[in-house]
């Protein structure tokens, strides 16, 4: 039913993308983006973006034609075929001239009963470019989807594997982001800055979330922030002469209308003239205004967020936390999975646990370790140096961005005994009069009634799963209760499968992912009504929102 529901109520044309890659040279660095800061990531990826163009091909396109043509206006340093509605191509040049040069030789269609909007856009599309003899030569041969295989194959792939460690990196591995779903998720924030940049020239658009924290997965929402921090001459110190902009020509009385007017100018450009972007809607009355829409060609859910740099910072300060210790990256994934095949997480908004709150109860736990894996938000904030000092709105957003500085930690235990150790720690945890704290990495004391409080870390009178009802609760910890007793029978946890034949036993992690056994009884019962009429009650309320 779940997954009846999620697709009839998918706002995202194009969640079911395949993406396919064909690399012609990968930098080293590429698979080394490990020991980077984010910014350094970001920079890096942002400037291989602006050398790329998207281009809508033919699924009989002639590869080797078509890379000839594109040759042309320059040396290509990579590319890569994926289907998404039809077979798509990232071209990215070694220069930026090559992409004016193609864009100067790209006709403007003229068709009959149509109008165009000449709008030089770098998402192009190839016509006539000669057929390969075979049909479907890009669909077939090149490009392999990408999305995230069913449930149903991981289960059989995890049961396949020796060891429930193994079971945990395989998972990962099957549903991480790849390196060229990365490069699109980039290639589509440089796309809407060239939209965005008709109003702001300076303007930059950075993914934030899971896009680039390290704990996406393929086929999670791309949320954009558009960035007017670089605009030279912003936050800098007023001269005693000289000139300033005349703002009191136009202005606002809050930061917060201001983010309003230029998403909304932001967002109908978008809807106007951005290629490829449908369903544009402007929530601007949320907490956090925002744009959503789909962009059909990389088949990306968009979020685009202004002046957001709290979440910036979350994001941030996830990233640091998984590339810390490579437990946390694993622990974070099969969570997440397991939540979501439970329903405990959804992609409809409403009364359950998100996947930022669930990454946060992993992170808190890992702290919780009597030696912790990873140290508090407090303990990264005294390392800080003068340089990486951060106050956004009041809140202090300060902590340590030099990696060399953290100490690694002396904590030993496997994946398998960390995530039974996970369950068993919220199946006993004290949620009615306890908050989850990352910041002192140590339960407080609750300071309001909600059923989970988990404190924001940066914005530290928040509480990040206010949304969360007793009833989502109570079937996380039934849940989790289960899943601890499942890992602790040793039906469970040896090895069935083997690598050989067809048929397979479900075994370990593979059978915490099968419809719940224990707490599902009582959650199926439930699931019938409730998460039912609360999905429809949360429909009704975007409903009314919008109108
Ligand atoms: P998925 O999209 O579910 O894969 O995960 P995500 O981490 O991208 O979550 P989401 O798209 O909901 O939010 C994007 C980012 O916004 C998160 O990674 C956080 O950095 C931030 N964020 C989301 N929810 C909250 C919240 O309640 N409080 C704060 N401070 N930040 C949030
Ligand atoms: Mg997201």
Not at 152 to 181: A, F, G, M, P, V
Not at 292 to 312: E, K
Not at 357 to 366: D, G, I, K, N, P
Request: hydrophobic share 35%; with cysteine; aromatic share 8%.
């Amino acid at each position: 039913w779940l997954q009846n529901a999620d697709t009839f109520l998918q706002r995202s044309i194009g969640t079911n993308v395949a993406a396919q890659a064909e690399a012609t040279r990968t930098d080293e660095t590429d698979e080394k983006d490990g020991c980077k800061s984010l910014y350094a990531v970001q920079a890096e990826r942002q400037e291989q973006a602006e050398r790329s163009v998207l281009i809508s091909c033919h699924s009989r396109t002639n590869d080797k034609k078509f890379l000839k043509y594109m040759s042309r206006h320059g040396n290509i340093n990579k590319y890569f075929f994926y289907e998404s509605y039809g077979v798509y191509a990232v071209v990215e040049f070694t220069n930026r001239e090559s992409v004016a040069s193609l864009l100067e030789a790209v006709a403007i269609p003229s068709i009959s009963h149509e109008s165009v909007v000449p709008f030089k856009s770098r998402l192009l599309s190839l016509r006539n470019l000669g057929s390969a003899e075979t049909p479907n030569q890009l669909s077939g041969k090149l490009c392999q989807p990408q999305t995230t295989i069913p449930i149903s194959e991981l289960i059989q792939r995890l049961s396949r594997e020796e060891t429930i460690d193994q079971q945990i990196t395989s998972l990962t591995e099957s549903y991480q982001l790849t390196e060229e779903n990365s490069r699109l998720r980039f290639l589509v924030c440089s796309l809407l800055k060239d939209i965005a940049a008709a109003y702001f020239p300076e303007c930059t658009i950075k993914p934030f979330g899971s896009s680039v924290n390290g704990f996406g997965k393929l086929g999670c929402d791309l949320d954009m922030f558009l960035d007017l921090d670089g605009i030279r001459g912003w936050n800098v110190k007023m001269p005693k002469s000289g000139l300033s902009l005349e703002y009191q020509m136009k202005r606002a009385n809050s930061e917060r209308a201001v983010t309003q007017s230029i998403l909304s100018v932001v967002g109908e450009c978008v809807d106007q003239f951005g290629p490829g972007c449908v369903g544009v809607q402007k929530i601007l009355n949320a907490r956090c205004p925002l744009v959503r829409f789909a962009h059909q060609p990389s088949g990306f859910q968009c979020d685009l967020t202004a002046n957001n740099r709290v979440a910036m910072k979350s994001t941030e300060l996830l990233y640091l936390y998984g590339e810390l210790d490579p437990r946390v990256r694993y622990l974070v994934f099969t969570v997440r999975c397991w939540a979501r095949a439970h329903g405990i997480t959804s992609s409809i908004p409403g009364a359950w646990i998100t996947n930022f709150s669930l990454t946060v109860m992993v992170l808190f736990f890992l702290q919780r370790r009597s030696s912790p894996v990873i140290p508090t938000l407090d303990h990264l904030r005294d390392l800080a140096g003068p340089t990486d000092k951060s106050v956004i709105e009041g809140n202090d957003c300060t902590f340590v961005s030099d990696f060399s500085k953290i100490q690694v930690q002396s904590n030993k235990e496997t994946l398998e005994q960390l995530l039974c150790e996970f369950f068993e720690f919220y199946a006993t945890f004290p949620f009615s009069r306890m908050s989850i704290n990352i910041r002192k990495g140590k339960e407080q004391n609750k300071p309001e009634m909600a059923p989970l409080h988990i404190q924001n870390p940066f914005e530290t009178s928040l509480n990040v799963s206010k949304n969360v009802n007793v009833t989502q609760l109570e079937r996380f910890v039934a849940l989790c209760q289960e899943s601890s007793w499942l890992l602790q029978q040793s039906d469970t946890n040896t090895p069935r499968g083997g690598s050989g034949g067809d048929t397979v036993t479900t075994w370990g992690l593979a059978t915490l992912l099968l419809p719940s056994q224990v707490a599902g009884i009582k959650g199926r019962k439930r699931k019938r009504r409730e998460p039912a009429s609360e999905r429809i009650k949360s429909l009704l309320e975007s409903l009314k929102n919008k109108s």
